[in-house]
């Protein structure tokens, strides 16, 4: 199924979650990390600390794996909306955002 989410960024875990992300952590999860790395290069900042995306996701409760297994450590306030088909968001890159705001 395809969502479409809206989460807060935790500021204080970004550095984290985007070294997690390039480093072949996230990529290597089974069964979703493939597609929330492909999920968060998607993803745009739609305002000051707030990001939108679209994501595939099987679960019975949307994103409940990926929720449990690393969104939660650096989001807050995620929402979901089941969407027929991926639209487009207006925003800033999210992945430029991370790369920019990491300290290594």
Not at 6 to 12: D, F, L, S
Not at 24 to 32: A, E, L, V
Not at 59 to 65: A, D, E, N, Y
Not at 80 to 104: A, R
Request: a negative charge.
């Amino acid at each position: 199924m395809l969502y479409k989410v809206r989460a807060k960024i935790i500021e204080e875990n970004l550095s984290i979650f985007y070294e997690k992300l390039i480093d072949g952590t996230i990529y290597d999860q089974r069964p979703d990390g493939k597609e929330i790395v492909a999920s968060m290069k998607r993803a745009r900042l739609i305002k000051s600390g707030v990001v939108e995306w679209f994501e595939n996701c099987g679960c019975s409760t949307p994103l409940q794996h990926e929720r449990e297994t690393q969104y939660d450590y650096y989001f807050s306030d995620i929402t979901t909306e089941l969407v027929d088909e991926s639209g487009k968001i207006n925003g800033k890159s999210f992945w430029s955002y991370m790369e920019k705001n990491n300290p290594t």
